[in-house]
Each structure stands twice: as C-alpha cells, then as structure tokens.
C-alpha cells in the first residue's frame, strides 16, 4: 500500500500552549486510519494542520507525495482531501437536498457550470446518499431543525457527496445516540470498501475505532505516544496509563 | 396564485404608470432606482451575508463615467467642465442618445471592475469590517473627486437636457429605469436559481465550512459584487443624465441618503428573499415621498424612526415576517417529531 498523507515532524503552539511537538505520521492508501488520545492532546489540531486551516509552526505535509502545508483550506479541498467538524457544522438554513447539492465537488466544476442549475443526476446522487445514512425521510426538512445526531449524519453525507480521496473524520461518533452507533460504524466502513474512500479518523471511543481501523495512532500532551496496529494499541501501557490518567 | 397572471398584472401596471400617474413620474422613476440598488445590495448583503455600506460608491462612479463618456463624444471634458455650464455646448440628439446608451455601459463595466479591485482588498474583512471599509471607500472617492477639477471639482457637472419635450423625457427616464430594474429583477431571479446562486447561501451561512468543503469562495464573492455593481454604474449613469446637474458629495456619492436608504429598504422588505427588496423599496419609498410632502421639517426624524424600528424591531423584514407566519407559501417544510421519530429507530 502506498502513504497518501505523510506527516512529519509537524509542531503547532498556540501562544504557550504547543498543541502538536514533532509528529510524524502516515496514512495509507485505501486503509482506515484511527486517531485517539484524551482530550486536549492535540488531534484536531493535528487535522487543521493536515487541511491548512492554520499554518504550523514546522515540519512537512505531503498528501500524494505533493507538499501541500502551504496551501489553502479550499486548494487543500480541491485537492480530494476533506475534513468534517468536530462541532459539526451544516447550513442550517437549507434543506438537506440543498446542503448536499451545495457539496457537489467543486474541483470538477468550470464558471460554467456554476451559472447553471443542478442537473437531475445531481439530485438522484443527492437522494442515493442521504438514503444510504438514513436521511431520505428528512431530506426536505430545514437542516438546522435536525438533531445533532441527524446533523452529523447529514454532515458525513455532504463529505460523501463530494467524492473526496481521503476524509478526516473528527469524532464521528460523538453526540449520537448510542443504539446508532453501530449503523453509523458500517456506514464508515462501507465510505471505505466500496466508495473506495481512504479515512482517517479521529475517535474519543476507543471501542469504536479498535473495530475499524487498520492503524492506529496515539496522541498525548502534543506528542506522539504509540502507534501500531489496534491489538498493539490496545495492550501498550503507555497508552493505558494515558487514559486512565485523563480520567 | 397564477404566476402568469401576477407578472401580467405587474407588467402592465408598469407600462401604464407614468400615463395615468403623470404629476408622479420623477417619484416613480426614482421608485425604479430604489427597486434596482435594494435589489443589488441584497445579491450581497441578504444572499451571501456581505453588508456593504459602500454600494454607493458604484453609483457616484456611474454618473462621473457617463458623464465624462457622454461629453467627450461631443467636447474635450477640461474645456467642458472649465466653462462650469457656462459656455454654449450643443450636443446633437445622436450625441445625446449616444452618450446615454455607450456611458450606461462603460460605467457598468468600470463599475465592476472597481468592485473586483476594491472587493480584492475588502473582502479579507468580515462583519462590521466589511461594512465600514466599504463606506470608507465611498467616502473618500467623494473627497477625491470634489477635489478633482478635470470632472468639475466641487461643483459638479452639468449635462445637457433631453432634447425634446419636456414631459417625453420624464417618461424616457421613468422606462430607463423601469427597464434596468425589471432586468435587474430578471437577472438575479435566475441568478439564485444556479449552483451560484447556492454558492453565495453558503458563504453566507458558513463561510468556513464552505472554503472546507472546497468551495472558491473569494472569486464568487468578486463576481457576485462586480455584477451588483455592474447594475448600480448603469443607474448612476442614467441617474446623471435624469439629474443635468450632479454635485460630488450631495448628490454622486451620497453615502447618508441613497447609500443608506437601500439597506433600509432591503431590510424593510426582508433581506435574503427575492421580493423582500423590492417591496421594501416601494414601501420606502412612499413612506419618504408621504413624510416629505406632508410632514415637513420632521421628514427627517420620521425617517430616522422608521429606520430605528425597521433595525431593532423587524430585522426580517415582509417577507420575513411572512415566511414565520406562513412557511408554506414558500414551500418550506418544519419538523415537529424530531425527538420522537429518533426514539422508534
Ligand atoms: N484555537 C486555539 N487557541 C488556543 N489554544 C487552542 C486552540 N485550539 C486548541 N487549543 C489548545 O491546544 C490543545 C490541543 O487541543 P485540540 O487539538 O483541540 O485537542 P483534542 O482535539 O485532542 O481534544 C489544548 O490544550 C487546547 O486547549
Ligand atoms: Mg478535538
């Protein structure tokens, strides 16, 4: 398998505080990448350093061996390498057809395309997605009046819609219902196995995350603790000793 | 309601206004001008969530283009401007008409072009910034200009009158302006029927999920203000031949009155919304000619109240309003069973 993202020695300090000291990291082509560590110790940092929403202090980014730490948010987006929120974030003013309307992937579309209407095709693809994680009921109903739960799903929708080559998720799972966790785990899966989408996810719920990922990397206080495959993970005392440290 | 029917209506009500209304003619041409800079200033200020408070700017820089177009198909503009009205210019109907029709379209184009520069460096700004950056420009651009004597300084230009009937020349700038804004309207209905139209929501609704998500945020905004200011250069322009006689800072850049007037009538009437402007440009407007007619020298604070509870009271406007009372004339759906609809899953 190739490396399709490849982070090295990357550092991130807000003010006093270094969120992200020297990490190196990589994500394979075509695998489930997990993310885990306690709270605070530096993973969505680490995601908006990997999609340019702030510029990192050192260190290197490569996504498909091209170096893209300098770049834009929308260039990085363009680019096939997509981010959902944390704090999930929709157009709560639109309807959910709209919100995936609005996602179509914009690294295909010419001034051209952008002065005409969306095509039946577009709003068929609309339909498949929002089927496939459970929203076709709602799909006319205004975004913002869905619960958070809803939200998230419709949020990962929107990502699918527009056919990225890597999606870093950050905390999928978080806020939802727990009886739908396990349908969203599938959902996950099947973005991976058969849209072919590569994922790199961030997870709190290490028993989410132990099922899916191929490779799992392990923050705390900023800095790399562990890596390997979930067994090694799960069974490395440093990283227990960091969790039940954080509780 | 059929639609058809409606924009019959509206349409013929339009054609026969300045004939059965013919001591309002000026007021409903510059009822026309509210209707074309309200809708302009809502593409970017109700749809993509811009609030510029410069907008005025394109319409002072439409009336100088035009003007300075319109008098160098017939005279060198120093030699014109220098005489200050008082030397005798004749310009031929071919150089009248002339001027209208190739100044209406330079001062579309310069207009949108100052947008895209002005917008390149605005833009960067958000909320309040934005707005009061816009302003500055259209401030200064009066300043600069008033001390400019090539386009006659302080005093302004005078350009030559209709020729021709008095009364036919109201009603040639009652359907100029009738004409832009029924294209105006035209324009942007479609406009926010495309991708582009969702496009400029989206930045409004959340700029920075949008860049997330790969959206080419900045040349949207660009091209969405250059085309609100396309519009505006053309009113300026036909303004200043409606006028004759324009000042710099009273009349061109008149950043207190037209410049204000247009938010307040987009927010009158609900911003966001495809008719929201134009009805909130109507209702101003007549609530300004009423006041002006019948309560003078209180016009002022009459006005200054109506903003006042426009601004803290009805925010939404008409068609806000209406939307809250009757979501399904707009074909919005509301969602009552959220909780209990996740509870059966
Ligand atoms: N925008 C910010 N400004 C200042 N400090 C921040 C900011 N974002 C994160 N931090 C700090 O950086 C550290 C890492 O945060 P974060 O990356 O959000 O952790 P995680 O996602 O693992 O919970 C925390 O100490 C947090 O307080
Ligand atoms: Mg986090």
Redesign the pocket.
Same mark, same amino acid.
């Given at each position: 398998m190739n490396k399709i993202i490849e982070v090295k020695d990357v550092s991130k300090s807000?003010?006093g505080?270094v969120?992200n000291k020297d990490i190196s990291i990589e994500v394979q082509e075509g695998g489930i990448t997990g993310l885990i560590?306690p709270?605070?110790?530096?993973? &969505? &940092?680490l995601f908006n350093s990997i999609v340019g929403y702030h510029p990192i202090d050192g260190g290197s980014i490569k996504f498909q061996n091209q170096e893209i730490s300098k770049l834009q948010v929308q260039d990085i987006a363009r680019l096939g390498l997509l981010r959902t929120f944390q704090q999930t974030r929709i157009y709560g003013a639109m309807d959910c057809v709209q919100n995936m309307l609005i996602s179509l992937p914009h690294r295909k579309m010419s001034l051209n395309d952008m002065f005409s209407r969306n095509t039946k095709a577009d709003y068929e693809k609309a339909d498949r997605l929002l089927e496939f994680v459970g929203l076709y009921e709602k799909r006319f109903l205004r975004s913002g009046s869905l619960s958070f739960g809803q939200q998230k799903l419709l949020e990962f929708a929107m990502a699918l819609m527009n056919e990225p080559t890597v999606l870093l998720l950050d905390e999928p799972t978080a806020g939802i219902n727990p009886t739908l966790i396990n349908g969203l785990i599938d959902r996950l899966r099947r973005a991976n196995t058969e849209f072919g989408i590569t994922l790199f996810i961030?997870e709190h719920n290490m028993r989410v995350i132990m099922n899916m990922a191929d490779k799992m990397y392990c923050?705390a206080h900023?800095e790399l603790l562990a890596e390997g495959t979930p067994d090694e993970i799960q069974n490395d005392q440093r990283v227990i000793d960091a969790y039940l440290g954080a509780h | 309601m059929n639609k058809t029917l409606l924009y019959g209506i509206l349409i013929a009500g339009t054609i026969i206004a300045p004939f059965i209304l013919p001591d309002y003619r000026t007021q409903l041409a510059t009822m026309w001008l509210m209707i074309i800079v309200a809708l302009t200033w809502d593409m970017t200020g109700g749809q993509m969530g811009y609030n510029s408070l410069g907008n005025i700017f394109f319409y002072g820089t439409g009336m100088y283009v035009a003007a300075v177009v319109g008098i160098s198909l017939a005279y060198n503009v120093a030699d014109y401007t220098n005489a200050a009205g008082g030397g005798i210019y004749k310009f031929t109907d071919g150089q009248y008409f002339g001027g209208i029709f190739l100044g209406s379209i330079a001062a579309g184009l310069f207009c949108a072009a100052c947008a895209v520069i002005i917008g390149w460096i605005t833009f960067g700004l958000r909320g309040p910034y934005f707005a009061i950056g816009t302003l500055g420009v259209a401030i200064a651009a009066g300043e600069l200009v008033s001390n400019w004597d090539w386009v006659g300084g302080g005093q302004g230009i005078a350009l030559p009158v209709y020729p021709g009937d008095f009364n036919i020349g109201k009603i040639f700038f009652y359907f100029l302006f009738a004409g832009l804004g029924c294209a105006v309207f035209i324009f942007v209905k479609w406009l926010y029927s495309t991708r582009f139209g969702a496009a400029m929501n989206a930045i409004r609704d959340d700029e920075e999920k949008a860049e997330a998500m790969g959206i080419h945020t900045l040349r949207y905004k660009l091209i969405a203000w250059a085309m609100a200011a396309f519009f505006v250069g053309i009113a300026g322009a036909i303004s200043a031949f409606q006028l004759i006689h324009f000042e710099p800072l009273e009349t061109a850049y008149q950043t207190i009155n037209l410049g204000i007037f247009m938010v307040v009538c987009v927010l009158l009437g609900g911003k966001g919304t495809l008719w929201g402007p134009v009805i909130g440009a109507i209702m101003f407007h007549v609530f300004k000619e009423v006041t002006w007619n019948y309560l003078l020298g209180w016009q002022w604070v009459a006005l200054g109240a109506l903003i006042v509870v426009t601004v803290v009271y009805f925010q939404d406007g008409v068609m806000g309003w209406l939307m809250l009372k009757r979501p399904e004339w707009f074909g919005m759906k509301v969602e009552q069973k959220t909780a209990s609809a996740e509870a059966v899953k």
């Open positions: 807000y003010g505080v969120a560590g709270n605070g110790s530096g993973k &969505t &940092t961030i923050l900023g | -």
